[in-house]
């Protein structure tokens, strides 16, 4: 029956080949287990190498690991190595769990830049549930900057997609219009006539005046010279 190994137990680096007469046996390599290596970082002083250390271990044991990984990060006594520590898991654990990636970060109360980077991620490997997921958060300024960022990921792909989350998701206001002129610069660059009908459907106001004037720019940028 194949059991399974702690993360405590020490790994080995075998070379499986019968040694020729005459040649002498492989040695057996030790690999230290994540939590050994832990044990070694934390004797590392402060400084570049000790970042560099803390970096590549969260990444390396969240790719192995990623809830033993959280549990060591958020055990780190130093908040700002706590911080650091957890956010190169979060970022580590997006490229295969986008889902688990926002939850964790929400567990450790990592900040708002760290979630919409995550959330934007998402949204460029499978926009259909990073906009899902947002869509069931409270509405409030955490919600509304986390559509934004959707939007404008997706925007890239597919500016229609996104030019119409943010019509129907987005509230009216400052956020809701910059999320609009990032989109429409994309736009423009993409399928401009398509860009200029979809200015063309904004009611009357001081944000239309200014979406139409970023038109007029990026026609006049493609006159030749």
Do not use: Y
Not at 56 to 76: F, S
Not at 102 to 119: D, W
């Amino acid at each position: 029956m194949e059991t399974s190994r702690s993360e405590h137990a020490p790994r080995t680096a075998l070379n499986h080949e019968t040694p020729s007469p005459g040649r002498p046996a492989v040695s057996v390599r030790e690999v230290p287990s994540f939590s050994d290596r832990a044990k070694e970082v934390d004797g590392v002083p402060p400084g570049t190498e000790r970042e560099n250390a803390l970096r590549e271990l969260a990444q390396q044991w969240t790719g192995a690991e990623p809830e033993d990984a959280e549990r060591w990060a958020a055990g780190l006594q130093d908040p700002a190595e706590r911080q650091s520590a957890l956010e190169h898991v979060c970022l580590k654990l997006s490229d295969r769990d986008s889902r688990e990636a926002v939850a964790v970060a929400g567990r450790h109360e990592l900040g708002g830049a760290l979630t919409e980077a995550l959330a934007a991620r998402w949204a460029a490997a499978d926009f259909p549930a990073a906009a899902a997921w947002v869509q069931t958060l409270p509405q409030d300024e955490t919600r509304e900057g986390l559509l934004a960022r959707v939007a404008i990921s997706q925007a890239a792909v597919d500016p229609a997609e996104a030019a119409t989350l943010i019509a129907e998701d987005l509230q009216p206001g400052g956020v809701q219009e910059e999320a609009a002129m990032a989109v429409l610069h994309q736009w423009l660059g993409q399928d401009a006539p398509a860009a200029r009908a979809w200015v063309d459907q904004f009611p009357e106001s001081e944000f239309k005046t200014r979406a139409e004037e970023e038109v007029s720019r990026a026609s006049s940028d493609d006159v030749p010279r």
